[in-house]
DNA sequence: TTATTTCACACAACCGGTTGCTCAGCTCGT
DNA sequence: ACGAGCTGAGCAACCGGTTGTGTGAAATAA
């Protein structure tokens, strides 16, 4: 019958002293003498006494918990973030609440709203694609609940994140295809909202300009990311007049669909048409025709940077209210160009 | 200046009426007058009032937090799982603690520690493949947090479990295989000390004793599951002086992994030696020879059951104390080959 | 009219810790 | 011997809700 776990009044009932007492010996307080507080001690392990957290956290409004919400873990790229975020918060005791919001606009507002009454300390967020009203981020806001956006940032001012900086990425690959002789390089890019198809798109124009070759408009397709949107844009390229040689997809899921859509074509991979991808998925080295080269976006690196700054922002929250204008993290991490097949 | 949120006294205070009645008010209760709850809901409203869940949970001992701890979301396996788990949570209100124990005992028993400090109402639990001491599990029995353990089970009584019931897939493997003429039946299994080693392989002796086939035991090598262990289990068969004419690998990674290897050795992949994996995962339909068919496990159903099990078993615990001896659920799950090539 | 029920709300305890303030008792200096 | 200073510990408020018990006034019944 010793169900209920025993609490600091129950310490301080069986040794007669007063609540109070108990949770500062507890906490080595130096107000408490030597004697009791030995006392007290042995009695809380005898006891297997624990604090509850949850009463501690409601007295602290701290919760030492962190809300991550990101479209889908099943992607190597996001799961590879995940770690990153466990493995800083780990470190500083923070616990990680998830959520997938499955590309879906309403259950990432319903995730936001549940993490929000549960109050976590701040929110690492990775936007669904379909996002396209912000009032969810604004309600967090006004709660005072900080958050870092991390890859998939949405179109808002004074917001903190960090993604990936695709501009150098990009401008490596378009490189690369060219000192191998490439002339019709296309992309597949994707939905038009995102700002990581909008950088991508305006780093392969530059890239492009810079080495001048003219890009015709039909080089460019994009793909909703689905596999039927995959599929089709690379139908588009393959049907075009002017075959592309070279072919740069949004991602490796992309340039997978892609190369499995060439084969049935008949093209000869990386050969008849060069592809290069972005993320360096781990599965790709399976692939008897992975992408030439693939730009790598360090996700574990960006799951990492984010918390961070989440929690420096959790651990200076108490001055910003002070300061009139916040400062605002935007950080772009490096992409890099890694050459799988240096056939 | 209006940094504070609002709470249940602020709504009191202006209305000068009492805490109680601004709850009760606030959740309908009968007691209360209708005009004065009009007047309350209203004012709740116009301060945008929200009750904090963190109050409600210590007075309430519920948290509506269910605690995941998986080896590594990475795996599309545990992935999926991960989201059947949260889609049932998801719809009765229930949030999910994530953490990864890497395969390693010592950062589980730490994440076990930080939930139950957090006072998670219930676990769902993949073990590590190095945990063999279960204290951490015995403690969260004392502290009367019920556990769901899936997929990676220790070896433990009274548990509850779900897990796929490999035997069935592996007598259709094994049947599939006879039926196309193979006769040198190779398995390369996982560490001892998972049951799910244990299982495959018993599964394996008996459909092969049931067709009448002999197994030499060198055609049944292990592997603990990292790239070099399996390139080595696949080296010890490649090697045999009777080689093997078809290999089942403990999941689709170690398939990879094998098949990558037998091609360096100039095998011709299911034809000189027919592959066949366990745990369909997605990312077979890119590889240009994937294994020839691959035992599915449902991970995502695996998630939902096991999800329900638990809720189940948080809804109807009060009862429990009562009972002498507590039901255990221990479910296996149905596996299926499902065929990929059919040539 | 008086007794009784009903209504509408207030009071206060509680969940399990933390913490500012108070205070008794002892030591020590003068 | 007396006040100051220090030590060790207790009291009570607090965090933000929920809930059992009380209570005055109005409504109804006798």
Known sequence: MESRKTTITDIAKKLNISKSTVSRAL???????????????????????EPDQTAIHFKQRKK?????????ISLEF?????????????KKNYTLLLGQSRDDEEREKKIVETMKNHRVDGMLISISKNTTNYEHFELLRKN???????????????????????????KEAVNFLIKKGHKQIALINGPANLPASKERLQGFENAMKKNKIKLPPEMVVSSDLTKEGNISATQQLLHLKRRPDAIIAFNDYVAMDAIQQAKKAKVRIN???????????????????????SIEQFPYQQGEKATEILL?????SPSESQEQEPHYHNILLPSQLVVRISK
């Open 312 to 316: 420096d922002l959790l651990e200076n």
């Open 78 to 90: 996001f799961s590879s973030i995940v770690s990153g975020i466990e493995d800083i918060a780990y």
């Open 27 to 49: 906490s080595n307080h130096a107000s408490i003498g030597l004697r009791t507080r030995m006392r007290v001690q042995q009695l809380a392990t005898e006891l297997d006494y």
């Open 144 to 170: 005072k609940i900080p958050i870092v956006f991390f890859d998939r940032i949405p179109n808002m001012n004074n917001i903190h994140y960090i993604a990936s900086q695709l501009e150098s990425g990009m």
């Open 271 to 293: 050969k008849d048409i060069c592809f290069i991808s972005f993320a360096n998925e781990a599965i790709c080295n399976y692939m008897d025709h992975p992408p030439m080269a």
């Open 64 to 72: 030492f918990l962190i809300g991550v919400i990101l479209p889908s």
